[in-house]
């Protein structure tokens, strides 16, 4: 049995004497008292949610019980390690009863919550206000236990300088100041330390624990100097900082304009579940940031955010490039989860793409197309997004490289024939669209065509453009140009057709379905590819962090290695881009991908 839960196991029992005294006093109705006391027998006995659902109805009720049913919710969510569910219904308890006469136990299990979520600031303000003086051993053997995890240097002056009073704190300071630094002012600041609060004792700095969240501490050996991330470790703490917008949020609204970081959010969640089912920890700290800098900056400058193991976000991005700084400089890894841009993670080694770059997705294309025919003629043609213009600019830079010649470059847009009249190709346009056969013999010669568009109604009008146009060799187009629901299956069909599909789920797989059932039992609603996405990113990192993977010198095992991703999973081995880029094409009345 770990010390944490065992001191947590004192403060209980001293609770329940308190509780068996109250009720001898107080008025209290019998349904009432017999409910609270099979509630706490569930709460000793383990069953943890049937003793939260039947405290719960006596927390709404507002009564002489409730400070003690909300305690005992608390101490149940702590045994189930929800630590942040035990943390909320502390403070709730601390702002509904704050005369209740035993908040000195509320304040010591709030403690214990932060300090396993690596919440020190709070933790230590919590121990603070306790007076009762039975409780100070187990306080000093709680911060003992847990303070011991801050390796960083500057994070443990933080501390410092907010608790000057600490002997643990002020003792640990010490002990890493002598084995770690050379720093004159360090030096002195340690010899400071050392006249208030004496030597450190030799395990100080590393004490043994059994404690399941603390079991990856770090060993601080003489002449080791520990690092961030330097071993796997049994928790990770995700920042995810995304414009939620809480200010504008409505729960009757369904469709809304940060609908899509809430799913992606959401599947982050799912993701945090199924890695706690590996033995993977994941404590998520969701971040309300807009397009504001300032806010970012005061975010990453706080002292509870040098925890952090994994940012994932910002999408604007002026605070992502501070978020990024931040991440460089401290040893955290960056995702950044829907952004395309290469320019992101260019000289930024802890930055990475969960999606494929237009540069990776270009390559992808080009890879592709030399399969299909020895043509060494194409068209670009892109819609009037500048994403649309940004990839077909990527794929024209990577046929030139490869010499491919290109006839005809341009954006186009409109109707069919306002497309088929803008492009720049021999022979005239034609008023009607050809039949199939025709076309292919009085066709244009060309190796293939390219069309990047985010348009959904655009790309069934460049497929009958190129047939007015009487332009024969296979269609390679963004799936973004078209809408599966609305457009019919011939419209896949008509002639040779790929499409460039980042975002490809193949809905007959089981680990899909099994997915969508998931969701929709806890959102009842349909899981959109945001969901998914953030699904997959989540699983994902999460498991690399577990293997320490992400900051090794050997990237070989940078991809994913199990087929229980929704989409088509990841591959890090040559660049932070994700070198997975899907592309399908419809068969036998479903769309299949045809590359590796």
């Known amino acids: 049995m770990s010390n944490t839960v065992y001191w947590f196991r004192r403060v209980a029992i001293l609770c329940i004497g308190l509780v068996s005294w109250q009720l001898a006093t107080a008025q209290v109705a019998p349904d009432v008292q017999r409910r609270y006391s099979v509630a706490v027998k569930q709460v000793q006995a383990g069953d943890y949610e049937r003793a939260k659902s039947e405290l719960n109805v006596l927390i709404q009720q507002r009564g002489v019980l409730a400070p003690y049913a909300s305690y005992y919710y608390a101490i149940a969510a702590y045994r189930q390690k929800n630590y942040n569910q ?148 049994g928790y990770y703490n995700v920042a995810v900082m995304f414009p939620f917008r809480v200010d504008e949020f409505s729960s009757d609204k369904r469709l809304r304009s940060s609908q899509y970081v809430y799913d992606l959010y959401n599947g982050i969640k799912l993701a945090k579940t199924k890695l706690q089912e590996e033995g993977i920890t994941v404590n998520l700290f969701a971040y309300d940031l807009d397009n504001d800098a300032n806010k970012a900056l005061e975010l990453v400058n706080s002292p509870a955010f040098a925890q952090t193991d994994l940012i994932i976000g910002p999408l604007y991005a002026e605070p992502n490039r501070i978020a990024s700084a931040y991440a460089n400089q401290n040893n955290i890894l960056l995702l950044n989860p829907i952004a395309t841009s290469s320019e992101l993670v260019a000289n930024q080694p802890l930055s990475f793409l969960a999606q494929p770059s237009l540069n990776q997705q270009a390559q992808k294309v080009a890879e592709q ?84 568009s985010s348009n959904d109604d655009d790309g069934p009008r460049m497929l009958d453009a190129l047939s007015r146009r009487k332009v024969s060799g296979p269609l390679i187009a963004t799936a973004s140009a078209f809408d599966f629901y609305k457009n ?79 989409l088509s999973g990841f591959d890090y081995t040559q660049s932070n881009d994700n070198q997975i880029v899907p592309i399908v094409k419809y068969e036998d009345g479903r769309f299949v991908k045809i590359n590796e």
């Open 86 to 233: 035990s943390r909320l219904m502390l403070k709730q308890l601390m702002e509904l009863f704050p005369d209740w006469r035993k908040m000195d136990d509320a304040s010591y299990l709030l403690a214990a919550n932060c300090m396993e979520m690596g919440q020190y600031e709070e933790a230590l303000t919590a121990l603070q206000t306790i007076s009762d003086p039975t409780l100070r051993p187990y306080s000093t053997k709680l911060e003992q236990n847990f303070i011991p995890r801050i390796t960083d240097l500057t994070r443990l002056k933080q501390l410092n300088k907010s608790f000057p009073n600490d002997r643990v704190i002020g003792l640990l300071l010490i002990d890493l100041i002598q084995r770690t630094a050379t720093d004159k002012d360090d030096l002195e600041l340690s010899d400071r330390l050392t006249n208030r609060f004496g030597v450190p004792p030799a395990q100080v700095a590393a004490p043994a624990t059994t404690n399941p969240q603390v079991s990856g501490a770090r060993s601080t050996r003489p002449g080791t100097q520990p690092g961030r991330n330097t071993r796997p470790k």
């Open 369 to 452: 197309v030399r399969t299909l025919n020895g043509a060494r003629r194409a068209a670009i043609y892109f819609g009037s997004s500048r994403k649309d213009s940004l990839l077909a600019s990527a794929y024209q830079a990577e046929l030139t490289q490869q010499n491919v010649k290109i006839v005809d470059f341009r954006r186009v847009g409109g109707s069919a024939q306002a497309m088929a009249d803008a492009m720049q190709l021999t022979g005239p346009a034609a008023t009607t669209r050809p039949a199939s056969a025709t076309a292919q013999q009085a066709g244009i010669p060309l190796g293939h065509v390219f069309f990047a």
């Open 488 to 566: 019919p299956l011939s419209t896949f069909t008509r002639r040779e057709l790929y499409l460039l599909y980042p975002d490809f789920i193949d809905p007959t797989r089981e680990p899909v379905n099994l997915f969508q059932e998931e969701y929709i039992a806890k959102r009842n609603t349909i899981p959109s590819v945001f969901a998914s996405e953030g699904y997959d990113m989540m699983l994902f990192f999460g498991r690399q962090l577990a293997k320490n993977a992400l900051q090794s010198r050997n990237r070989s095992n940078l991809r994913s290695d199990t087929d229980d991703y929704l």
